[in-house]
Nanobody, 115 residues
Framework: QVHIVESGGGLVQPGGSLNLSCAAS????????LVWYRQVPGHERELVAR???????RYADFVKGRFSISRDDMKSTMYLQMNDLNAEDAAVYYC?????????WGQGIQVTVSS
């Protein structure tokens, strides 16, 4: 049975940093594409960053230079290091695992940016 746990969210001041984690059990990250999305109420879910099994990364323009996605396949865990956060980054962040036979979503974790 697959179990996904997101952590690392919370309240941060503008200009601050957070490091989100998405840990999975019961599924192999081998060859999987790992993706972070975010969603604000009333808006569609949008892609933030993704990393392929090769290590190739891609970022949305609005986070380039501030966010960094990484993965540890031995731990079946993906990360999103977020720096220089601003109010527009406040959202629920979701991890997505696109494995060979499964597509799985995390439960979402709230990120709030406020002074």
């Amino acid at each position: 049975q697959v179990h996904i746990v997101e952590s690392g969210g919370g309240l941060v001041q503008p200009g601050g940093s957070l490091n989100l984690s998405c840990a999975a059990s019961g599924i192999s990250f081998n060859g999987a594409a790992l993706v972070w999305y975010r969603q604000v109420p009333g808006h569609e879910r949008e892609l933030v960053a993704r990393i392929l099994g090769s290590g190739s990364t891609r970022y949305a323009d609005f986070v380039k230079g501030r966010f960094s996605i990484s993965r540890d396949d031995m731990k079946s865990t993906m990360y999103l290091q977020m720096n220089d956060l601003n109010a527009e980054d406040a959202a629920v962040y979701y991890c997505k695992i696109v494995a060979i036979h499964d597509i799985l979503w995390g439960q979402g974790i709230q990120v709030t940016v406020s002074s």
